[in-house]
């Protein structure tokens, strides 16, 4: 069996850091993705996908990532489902994600001791890195 997705998109919302009641770090935010092919408008339609981080990597996306930010994510698919108020089973896919790549710098740049020197994974030891 194989579950995999790859995604590159910008950042719909900024990202969203919570704690589960055990205290392991949980990020959520959407990203953008464009379709490849315009519709019979000439336009091009946008699909938009939740995505989850867990753990050391929750932290580092919450902590730098930023609506609008342009980012790869590779991980899974996950369906669950929720009773709602009125009484209903919700459905919810999203992505699980074991490596988010940031494709871009943010709007201001880089700041200062960020670049090609620094280190690129912050808060991470060389063999932990998420990719």
């Known amino acids: 069996m194989l579950n995999r997705v ?23 935010f959407r990203i953008a993705v464009d379709r490849p092919f315009m519709n019979q408008q000439g336009e091009r339609e946008t699909d938009f996908f939740t ?47 074991d490596n988010v790549r940031f494709l871009d710098w943010p709007k201001d740049g880089p700041s200062e001791g960020t670049g090609p020197a620094a280190d690129p994974f912050p808060g991470f030891e060389e063999d932990e890195v998420p990719f």
């Open 51 to 97: 995505v989850v981080t867990w753990r050391k990597l929750a932290e580092v996306c919450a902590h730098n990532l930023g609506k609008g930010r342009l980012v790869a994510v590779e991980g899974r698919l996950q369906t669950r489902s929720y009773q709602a108020q009125d009484g209903g089973t919700r459905w919810i896919t999203e992505v699980v994600a």
């Open 6 to 28: 790859i995604l590159i998109g910008r950042l719909a919302t900024d990202p969203e850091l919570r704690y589960t009641q055990t205290g392991v770090p949980v990020t959520n």
